[in-house]
């Protein structure tokens, strides 16, 4: 299992929340920063996969600092529930929603995706934007994705995948590898977090390995969208 800090005992659910906590403070800057700008659209032609299905309640689960939640917006829900293990990254997104004046259609909370608050059959739609392969138990946490959707409802995970074409493919790895953890490590002052990054991205099994796993959970309908030569991906479900 990749964590964060490989020298504490602490499981990866710990290690995943204290290392949100502690580049809180940096982490939208160095999203943006770090992808030239890219995750906005991405996140933008993720949400535009749920614009037919008109959700009205919607959850949005490690929603870290609300990035992905205040973009569900477009969709004109009733509300939004976003929910994370980080309450530093929480305090964050709770103040650009209060700045953007949206509490009443956007609420932040502490939340577990492996124990996810809310009954059976809760949500029109969840999302999950870059936090699947910070899961403890993959599985666990799609399963519990999976309960809280109404049927019918539908789920959109936007996760980093792995680029396999020449020459894509090593300049990303070069990147990956070696740019990004210097820049993480100088402007975040966390050298754990922005090593982490790679190696989790590497560990996650994305592609036709992830859409076999939303089969077993139960999700139907399973597809991937690939995106940027393949360093990001968009999956999408239904119950």
């Known amino acids: 299992m ?24 940096r982490y ?25 299905f008109k959700p009205k309640q919607l959850l949005d689960v490690a929603t870290g ?24 990254m929480l305090e964050v997104g709770k103040k650009k929603v209060a700045e953007r004046r949206l509490t009443d259609r956007i609420e932040l909370q502490l939340g577990d995706s492996e124990n996810i608050p809310f009954a059976d059959n809760t949500f029109d739609a969840v ?16 399963r519990e994705i999976y309960r809280v959707l109404k049927p019918g409802g539908q789920l959109v995970v936007l996760e980093f995948s792995r680029p396999r074409k020449f020459p894509f493919r090593q300049v990303y790895n070069f990147y ?12 975040s002052s966390d050298k754990a977090a922005y090593t982490y990054l790679p190696e989790s991205v590497e560990a996650f099994p994305d592609g036709e390995n992830f859409l076999h796993i939303l089969n077993i959970v139960g999700f139907k309908h399973a597809k991937c969208r690939t995106l940027t030569f393949g360093v990001s991906s968009i999956y999408t479900g239904s119950k």
């Open 2 to 25: 990749v964590v964060p800090y490989k020298e504490e005992n602490t499981g990866k659910k710990e290690q995943v929340a204290k290392m949100f906590d502690n580049i809180s403070h």
């Open 65 to 88: 600092t609300g990035d992905f939640a205040i973009q569900a917006l477009t969709l004109n829900p009733d509300k939004i529930i976003g929910i994370d293990i980080s309450a530093g």
């Open 176 to 187: 990956f590898k070696f740019v990004l953890p210097k820049i993480g490590r100088a402007v």
């Open 28 to 52: 939208d800057f160095l999203n943006h920063f770090l992808s030239l700008g890219i995750d906005k659209g991405w996140r933008k032609k993720a949400i535009q996969h749920l614009k037919p």
């Open 127 to 142: 999302t999950v934007a870059f936090g699947v392969r910070n899961f403890e138990n993959l599985e666990r946490g799609l």
